[in-house]
């Protein structure tokens, strides 16, 4: 091969190389595509019901269409036990069709009733986007209390005669 040919050769390598190395894309991580596909959670809380019940009840904002389930995780706790790690014993799902039925709307609530009683629960609930490939929509863990129950008999005085 002569020299002319050599640096021909040697400038289309480079050139390759140039267009190969400059052609990945911006750096960063993926977002997703259609924004008017996800929704978020709004004014999420729990009631600790009397029988023993818990009650999840809050709002969703955005595409409802695309809500596939509920889950509730839960973990009975001490109270001496706040700070510690949340690992979620138990799990409670939900379907969007056994929470909303035929109709949906921003409003939500289901009950469940935990495997394990404790006075005290740390729970986080978790929505799922039916669109592969999509955010869930995830509460922080939070804490709810057993009601306080008042069990002092109160005895009625009847006014003397």
Same mark, same amino acid.
């Given at each position: 091969?002569?020299?002319?040919?050599?640096?021909?050769?040697?400038f289309?390598? @480079?050139?390759?190389?140039?267009? =190969?190395?400059?052609a990945?894309?911006?750096?960063?991580? #993926?977002?997703?595509?259609?924004?008017?596909?996800?929704?978020?959670?709004? &004014?999420?809380?729990?009631?600790?019901?009397?029988?023993?019940?818990?009650?999840?009840?809050g709002?969703?904002?955005? @595409?409802?269409?695309?809500?596939? %389930? =509920?889950?509730?995780?839960?973990? @009975?706790?001490?109270?001496?036990?706040?700070?510690?790690?949340?690992? #979620?014993?138990?799990?409670?799902?939900e379907? %969007?069709q %056994?929470?909303?039925?035929?109709?949906?709307?921003?409003?939500?609530?289901?009950?469940?009733?935990?495997? @394990?009683?404790?006075n005290?629960?740390?729970?986080?609930?978790?929505?799922?986007? %039916?669109?592969s490939?999509?955010? &869930?929509?995830?509460?922080?863990?939070?804490?709810? &209390?057993k009601?306080?129950?008042?069990?002092?008999?109160?005895?009625?005085v009847?006014?003397?005669?």
């Open positions: 091969m002569n020299r002319l040919n050599m640096k021909r050769y040697s289309l390598i @480079a050139l390759c190389l140039l267009v =190969f190395c400059t990945c894309g911006k750096k960063g991580d #993926p977002l997703p595509q259609k924004v008017n596909q996800l929704f978020s959670l709004q &004014n999420v809380f729990i009631i600790y019901n009397p029988e023993g019940t818990l009650s999840v009840q709002t969703i904002v955005g @595409a409802i269409q695309n809500v596939q %389930a =509920f889950t509730l995780e839960l973990e @009975a706790v001490d109270e001496d036990c706040i700070g510690c790690p949340f690992v #979620p014993v138990e799990k409670h799902s379907t %969007a %056994a929470v909303w039925g035929d109709r949906r709307h921003s409003q939500f609530s289901f009950s469940i009733l935990p495997h @394990a009683k404790s005290v629960y740390r729970w986080r609930l978790v929505v799922y986007n %039916a669109v490939g999509l955010t &869930n929509a995830v509460t922080p863990v939070y804490k709810v &209390n009601p306080f129950e008042e069990t002092r008999d109160f005895v009625e009847k006014q003397g005669s």
